[in-house]
């Protein structure tokens, strides 16, 4: 892309996609079930399942991901440990907000024509060592999806 | 019960501001779910407030409710909300450092080249200053743009329509509605020292004596970059949001003997 | 003057306690406002002193005042190191009924300069696998009443 297209072409949002843990009701029942929340800032464009575990977020290729964490108890911690999702749809890496110990993880949506790729995110939870996985996989949707 | 009730309310916060409304922008949770709260994370949440009584009637137990607001344009929750304004000062400080590089060097630093470019490159990337539309900082910490990974918007992208920046958290300006009118809940901001909350937080006694649905009102303040002559400024936009409460109240029993009070269940001799 | 009523509290860092699986090392730790020489304040070997005819109270507090904690029954324990049976009053409930039970009772005479009588103290924190945990080191000595 030449100097005079990246000025005209509008820098697109990274789409943040923010999951809710419920620290104790997951460390008290064990799992993820019913104590997460996955939400996500495209709406506008597409993605449904906001809310749910269950998310799609509707993506284009280029687009920038950002995932973090938040608790429902707004002194306990949680954090991702992992996300797995098919390498070729975009590769997920773990930063963390310049001054500060917080994390977040980004990716860049390599093609279009992905269809519906699920994926899975793995928590730690609490100042132990307990590790959760989505219990349902959200997922990426774009190009000529049917959903 | 002693737990006190958590309602995290997230916006979306680009899109309430492309809409102009928090209907369908808006999603809310609370830590009563497993007590009979009903719509968690959408944007109608009856929250469940479950109360005791004593036999007299008088209330036994007494009820919080605590708001926090998150967005989801916004860096998270988790960071505390003067992150902006600390990266601002650490970019300044900087930049001022950079200054002070090229005085000392005397403009002869040959790997920096050219001392005016130097000089313009620093000028860049001090960022766009923002204002309010009042024409002075409300919030010190919004006269920069900061992006969704904490850093400091340079002024040349901003120059290439609006740039991309993480959303000045949006702020709980009120409690109002039928709730609050009909003295149910009684809502006030209370000062924390707790950064995260950036000095104050919303919370709310309830009175669970006359058990029944409520709705009440959140108004809360996002703050929009316009352009106008002047340049670029922040103008606050106010929109309202509902949710409902659901009042209980049960009597109160004694633990040991399942009505009043009794002997300690010990064993004889 | 003497005390009618002792307060027994039990303070509890519900989440660490659900991420250790463990009431103890330093999750739980019980006090109590007794003016006649307990031991063990602040540890779960505490040993509560009263007299008979006072009336013994135990509530239970969360650190964090967001997570949920509540009493699920206090049993004393018989000669034989075992809880006693369940009494009227407990209802094998979860979460709502469990917030609305007072543990309150009368120390009876009977229990007046007999050894310190160990209680099973059982917390219920959310609901799931995880959430019930207790200790069974606290305990109750009665001295011999003033007439």
């Excluded at chain 1, 980004?106 to 269809?115: K, M």
């Excluded at chain 2, 609370?30 to 009637?57: K, P, Y």
């Excluded at chain 2, 004596?209 to 996002?222: A, C, I, N």
């Excluded at chain 2, 049960?250 to 003997?257: E, H």
């Amino acid at each position: 892309m030449d100097v005079s297209e990246q000025d005209r072409a509008p820098v697109r949002r990274p789409i943040s996609i923010t999951s809710i843990v419920d620290c104790v009701g997951s460390l008290a029942t064990g799992t993820l079930h019913e104590n997460l929340y996955l939400l996500d800032s495209n709406r506008a464009g597409g993605s449904t399942g906001q809310g749910t575990p269950a998310l799609r977020t509707r993506v284009s290729r280029g687009d920038r991901l950002l995932w973090t964490v938040i608790t429902l108890e707004c002194e306990a911690f949680a954090a991702i440990e992992d996300i797995r999702i098919d390498t070729g749809v975009c590769r997920p890496e773990r930063h963390t907000y310049p001054d500060s110990d917080v994390a977040y993880w980004t990716a860049t949506v390599a093609r279009d024509d992905i269809g519906l790729v699920p994926y899975e995110i793995t928590f730690r939870i609490g100042p132990g060592e307990a590790s959760m996985t989505t219990p349902v996989p959200p997922a990426l949707i774009g190009g000529t999806s049917p959903d | 019960m002693s737990q006190q009730l958590a309602i995290i309310v997230m916006i979306d916060t680009e899109n309430a501001l492309e809409a102009g409304t928090l209907r369908g922008n808006t999603y809310l949770v609370d830590n009563m779910r497993r007590l009979g709260s009903r719509g968690e994370c959408s944007g109608d949440l009856v929250s469940a407030v479950v109360g005791g009584h004593w036999s007299n009637g008088g209330q036994a137990q007494e009820q919080i409710l605590n708001w926090l607001v998150g967005s989801l344009g916004s860096v998270p929750l988790t960071l505390p909300r003067n992150y902006h304004s600390h990266r601002v000062h650490r970019h300044d400080s900087r930049s001022l450092q950079s200054l002070g590089r090229l005085a000392d060097a005397g403009g002869a630093n040959a790997e920096d080249g050219d001392p005016l470019t130097e000089v313009r490159r620093i000028h860049r990337e001090f960022g766009a200053r923002i204002g309010t539309a009042r024409g002075r900082h409300r919030h010190a910490h919004c006269d920069r743009l900061m992006d969704l990974t904490g850093r400091i918007v340079p002024e040349e992208s901003s120059r290439r329509g609006d740039p991309v920046h993480s959303h000045p958290a949006p702020v709980l300006v009120d409690l109002c509605g039928e709730a609050v009118e009909k003295k149910v809940i009684h809502p006030a901001q209370y000062g924390s020292p707790d950064q995260d909350t950036d000095g104050w937080y919303w919370s709310a006694a309830v009175d669970t004596s006359r058990p029944g649905t409520y709705s009440y009102t959140m108004v809360v303040e996002l703050q929009q970059l316009v352009r106008g002559p002047a340049g670029r400024t922040w103008r606050p936009r106010r929109m309202s949001h509902k949710a409902r409460l659901n009042v209980t109240s049960t009597p109160m029993r004694n633990g040991f003997t399942g009505a009043g009070i009794g002997y300690l269940p010990v064993p004889s001799p | 003057m003497q005390q009618t009523r002792v307060n027994v509290v039990a303070v509890v860092d519900v989440i660490a306690a659900l991420s250790d699986g463990t009431l103890e090392g330093g999750n739980m730790c019980l006090t109590d406002d007794s003016r006649y020489g307990s031991t063990g304040r602040g540890t779960t070997d505490l040993c509560t002193a009263c007299l008979p005819g006072q009336l013994l109270t135990w509530t239970v507090l969360p650190v964090d005042v967001q997570t949920p904690v509540e009493i699920r029954s206090i049993r004393f324990l018989g000669h034989d190191g075992a809880a006693l049976p369940e009494p009227p009053g407990e209802v094998p409930g979860e979460g709502e009924e469990l917030g609305l039970a007072v543990w309150s009772g009368v120390v009876p005479a009977s229990l007046a300069g007999r050894p310190p009588l160990l209680y099973r103290l059982e917390l219920q924190m959310y609901e799931g696998v995880n959430s019930v945990l207790s200790v069974q080191s606290p305990a109750v000595r009665c001295a011999a009443g003033v007439r």
